[in-house]
């Protein structure tokens, strides 16, 4: 890799399963996810490894990264399958060049070939989501709760207040509360 002919750096976005991502790839990850988000545990995932990941590589090197949980929910009576978008970020000097978009159009497009209902995501700040076709979701919700490796228990919100949903099939976002079967990504 390098600089192609035209002198600009390479840019290469890929998919790989969790279980490949070798030593040196998952040492870049933690040190981009400890830069991105302060207070970040001394690993590559929070709570639980993702299913898979996008990484954008710039010259051989590690720029931006997105998990990807495939999770089977049930929202009141239906029981959709879904995306969860996890820790998507980008390194600080690469951001507001559309890595970002780039990638959370991979995870749309990936989401709608392979039939899923919806792409799902956890977030505080919706600025980059609702430009990219994301909407609130104000559904009760209920989670197992994981710490550092322990089950504790089950949390519910009335409203988690981050939740966010974009339909990739052809069911509407139900009423009801959501059953997130697993922990909160
Ligand atoms: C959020 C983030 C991934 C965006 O990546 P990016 O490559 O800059 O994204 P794009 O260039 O496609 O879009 C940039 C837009 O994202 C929005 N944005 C910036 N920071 C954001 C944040 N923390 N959360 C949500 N949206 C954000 C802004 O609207 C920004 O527009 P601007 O450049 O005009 O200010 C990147 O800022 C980042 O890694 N932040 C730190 C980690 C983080 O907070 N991730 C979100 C977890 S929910």
Redesign the pocket.
């Known amino acids: 890799m390098g600089q192609t002919p035209d002198g600009s750096e390479a840019t290469v976005i890929f998919r790989v399963a969790e279980a490949e991502i070798g030593r040196d790839l998952r040492g870049q990850l933690q040190a981009l996810l400890q830069a991105?988000?302060p207070g970040y545990p001394s690993r590559t995932y929070f709570k639980l490894p993702p299913h898979f990941r996008y990484l954008v590589m710039t010259s051989g090197v590690l720029a931006?990264q997105m998990g990807v949980e495939l999770r089977v929910i049930r929202v009141g009576s239906t029981v959709l399958r879904t995306f969860g978008v996890v820790?998507?970020?980008?390194?600080?000097g690469?951001?507001?060049?559309?890595?970002?978009?780039?990638?959370?159009a991979e995870v749309t497009e990936l989401a709608r070939s392979c039939g899923m209902d919806f792409v799902i995501?956890?977030?505080?700040?919706?600025?980059?989501?609702t430009?990219?076709g994301w909407a609130r979701a104000a559904n009760p919700c209920s989670w197992v709760k994981i710490h550092d490796h322990t089950t504790l228990g089950l949390a519910t919100a009335e409203d988690t207040g981050a939740l966010m949903v974009k339909r990739t099939g052809q069911k509407a976002w139900p009423a009801g509360a959501v059953d997130l079967l697993g922990h909160l990504f």
């Open positions: 991105s988000f931006a820790d998507l970020c980008v390194r600080a690469e951001r507001s060049h559309g890595l970002g978009r780039r990638l959370l995501l956890f977030a505080d700040d919706d600025r980059i989501y430009r990219n």
